[in-house]
């Protein structure tokens, strides 16, 4: 059972903003179903580690009832304090019906913008893309600086044959192709292992010139939460040819670091790896599966890619300062 948390008598009507224990952090994401990753405790900690900069975590409450989670990643310059909030908060309410979501938008700006001078809140917020949501936050005084972020949710809660059912039919040809092509599909448990993994990912990076978290990141989340790294990998004739991580954080997971060689995309490996790691999700009582976003113009191969699994897409409001 999660704690209450009492409010701060002198906070605004109520609303406080307290430490939170990861415990309490991590049951509260629990109950909250979809969560971004970015919001996850093991993150901010790999945060730390591999970046160097502070995450501040607070659990936004009233009368003792949770509201939101929100973790803040900040930097400490002179006289300038930096904080960045990456799809945040968890809402542990309906942030577009219930009224007290605009109170947890004030108290997020009220945490990392308390002086008028030298605090900067770069703050791209779990709301969706809506003259709402924007209402919201201009009304905290920030204004947008960057454009909305779209991923895709993917629904694990249906049985296996409707999520195949659900999938386009290239897609599903395409997994159809790999399940005949003689793939191995192990899942990595050992260290030793997944660093190869991680080595592979970072080369394919590399070479692709893609935007994403690199090797050392992900190595540093492992070793704060190895349960939450679910890592699958691709042998044809004893040679590895692709694999993928995926990292769970509370009811959600989400799709992080994909890599192939020639042989794994010729042989469609990767539709075959992520199917497996449906299944795993899905075995661990996952429910979603964020797809790590999509982008129709820049990537439009792996935004097919993902598409193919027939989610739903949502685009976020973007990011406000």
Known sequence: MVAAIQPDPESKAGVSWEPCPRETWEALTLQAGQSSLEQAWAYGTAIESAHGLRAERGLISQGGEPLALAQAFCRDRLFTRIARVLRGPVWLIDPLEDPRAHQVCEAIARQFRRRRFGDFLFWLPELPESPKSAAMLRAQGLRPVVTGYSSIWLDLRPPPEALLAGLHGKWRNALQQA???????????????????????????????????????????????????????????????????????????????????????????????????????????????????????????????????????????????
């Open 179 to 321: 399940e005949k092509a003689g793939f191995e599909i192990e899942a990595v448990t050992h260290p030793r292992r997944l660093n190869q993994s991680l080595l592979l990912y970072d080369r394919f990076r590399r070479k692709k010139r893609f935007v994403g978290p690199n090797g050392d990141f992900i190595a540093a989340l492992a070793r704060d939460d190895r349960a939450a790294v679910v890592a699958l990998t691709a042998r044809q004739n004893d040679d590895l040819v692709a694999g993928v991580i995926l990292i769970r954080h509370g009811k959600a997971a989400t799709y992080l670091a994909p890599w192939t060689s020639d042989a794994g995309r010729v042989g469609q490996a990767h539709n075959l790896l992520l199917w497996h790691g449906i299944a795993m999700l899905k075995a661990g009582g996952i429910d979603w599966l964020d797809l790590g976003g999509v982008n129709t113009e820049s990537q439009p191969g792996i935004a097919r890619f993902k598409l193919g699994l027939g989610g739903d897409v949502f685009t976020l409001a973007g990011t406000y300062l």
